[in-house]
């Protein structure tokens, strides 16, 4: 399968996750390709949509190596990953120096997109957590392990396009999962996508705006009206 662009691709998500439409969803958005895809997915669904900022907490001298990850949210959550704590053990203050890093940085990218809006409580909601495609799902699984924690009702990860190899890993972090296409090989995201160019802050800003605003709109007729 293969989508023009990432709107394209959110268009037909958004249609495959037509049956939550009545549930009251909220949907998360993984910056910053997540976002076009997850905006066509609130407006199909008339959702509110809110990002889901994800900072991975390096080893020392070994950045890409995983000791865990601050997860965004009204709640943000820590999420260690002990296998990898138990292998290299760093000096006393580090995680928590690294942790407190991770969430100024994560302030400071929310405020950039959405300046003083807070993020959106999913507790006891069903939340859809979105991104543009997933290709190891080790960002996805701290981001879902996250969500998790702030104990929405339901919680799904839909994406346009993931391998099936990632689909048993992830299967137990989420109550349902939701994909268009589970292609093996894999390879990467961008070779299911005719444009997949990188999406800008910019288009991330209006994308939040315009959704806020429409979001507000049917808000007040709903108040008008009743």
């Known amino acids: ?13 958004a249609r495959a ?12 958005a993984l910056p910053r390709g997540g976002v076009p895809v997850a905006f066509e997915v609130a407006e199909y669904l008339k959702a509110p949509l809110d990002l889901l900022l994800v900072r991975k907490i390096g080893a020392p001298g070994h950045e890409e190596l995983a000791l865990g990850a601050v997860v965004d949210g009204l709640h943000p959550q820590v999420v260690v ?12 203050g580090y995680f928590e120096a690294a942790e407190k890093r991770e969430l100024a940085e994560i ?20 939340a859809i ?18 969500v998790r924690r702030n104990e929405p009702s339901r919680l799904v990860l839909a994406a346009p396009v993931a391998p099936r190899s990632v689909i048993s890993e992830l299967k137990a972090e989420c109550d349902e999962m939701v994909f268009l296409a589970t292609p093996e090989p894999f390879h990467a995201v961008g070779l ?5 160019s990188q999406t800008t802050d910019e288009e991330v800003i ?3 705006g315009r959704r806020s605003f429409g979001q507000a709109m049917r808000e007040a007729d709903e108040i008008t009206r009743e």
């Open 17 to 28: 996750l037509e049956r939550f439409k009545s549930a009251n969803p909220v949907v998360l």
């Open 192 to 196: 299911y996508y005719a444009d997949f």
């Open 81 to 92: 990953n002990q296998d990898v704590m138990g292998m290299i053990h760093p000096p006393r």
């Open 1 to 13: 399968m293969m989508f023009k662009d990432r709107r394209e691709a959110g268009r037909t998500l």
């Open 107 to 126: 302030e400071r990218r929310r405020h950039l997109y959405l300046g003083a809006a807070q993020p959106i409580d999913v507790q006891g909601r069903l």
């Open 129 to 146: 957590v979105v991104d543009d495609g997933i290709a190891t799902g080790a960002t996805m699984k701290a981001a879902l392990r996250g």
């Open 206 to 208: 209006e994308l939040l």
